[in-house]
């Protein structure tokens, strides 16, 4: 039962590029997660989508930043004219449901460096 | 707004012997959940236990064990017969009962001493 999938696991990209970032989750999940983290941090929450829907984007930053969870596919985190402050490690999580019996279970990020 | 605090950025335990690493959190709500994950340098956030507010009984997973304090907020993590593979950061998160964002600490970085 394969866990969640994230690529590429590296992506680098010059400022002014765009970063898609891919998130396959657990199979039977439903929910997906997307958290940032700076280096020496904890991950910091950006959006919460369902099949079709956002949910939540508070955490999203307004501008260049945005998320989808298609019928058929991958969830994807998009980033528009990419800066220097994006350089970070974007994880995915996916749960089954709603609740701590569902808990979110984590792929293993993707490291983006804007050069 | 929810916070999560970890106040020991790093802690340092002899291999066998136990260390508790701090978290203390801040919220208005009664119903909520708190996890505590582990991310080694591969970088893998891994779930270690998990405990539910309304539950009185602290949570245990084989050699770790958790002291739920609700009055206080505060939950704290127990390692027992500590091994050279439990060396990671550890993260304290907290998320409410029907709002499943999690909110992170700033982490613990763990290291196991042969």
């Known amino acids: 039962n394969a866990g969640v999938m994230q690529n590429p696991r590296h992506l680098v990209r010059r400022r002014g590029q765009e970063a898609r970032l891919r998130c396959s989750p657990m199979?039977?999940?439903?929910?997906v997660y997307w958290y940032r983290q700076l280096p020496e941090e904890g991950l910091k929450f950006m959006v919460y989508?369902?099949?079709?829907?956002?949910?939540?984007e508070s955490g999203m930053p307004k501008e260049r930043f945005s998320a989808e969870f298609p019928k058929e596919g991958p969830s994807i985190l998009r980033i528009q004219q990419v800066v220097r402050g994006d350089s970070a490690a974007y994880f995915c999580?996916?749960?089954?449901?709603?609740?701590?019996?569902?808990?979110?279970?984590f792929g293993d990020g993707t490291r983006l460096s804007i050069l | 707004a929810q916070t999560v605090t970890q106040s020991q950025p790093e802690m340092s335990v002899q291999e066998a012997e136990t260390v508790t690493l701090s978290c203390t959190y801040d919220?208005?709500?009664?119903?909520?959940?708190l996890f505590w994950y582990k991310q080694p340098p591969s970088r893998q956030m891994i779930l270690v236990i998990r405990?539910?507010?309304?539950?009185?009984q602290n949570a245990t997973e084989n050699r770790f064990s958790v002291n739920f304090q609700k009055a206080a907020k505060s939950f704290s993590l127990k390692i027992s017969d500590s091994q050279l593979g439990d060396a990671a950061m550890y993260f304290c998160?907290?998320?409410?009962?029907?709002?499943?964002?999690?909110?992170f600490g700033t982490g613990t970085r763990l290291t196991i001493i042969p």
């Open positions: 999580a996916s749960s089954a449901g709603q609740g701590a019996n569902q808990p979110q279970h």
């Open positions: 199979k039977g999940h439903s929910h």
């Open positions: 989508l369902q099949k079709e829907n956002i949910i939540d």
């Open positions: 919220t208005s709500e009664s119903d909520y959940y």
């Open positions: 405990q539910e507010a309304y539950k009185q």
């Open positions: 998160a907290y998320n409410n009962f029907g709002n499943e964002k999690l909110t």
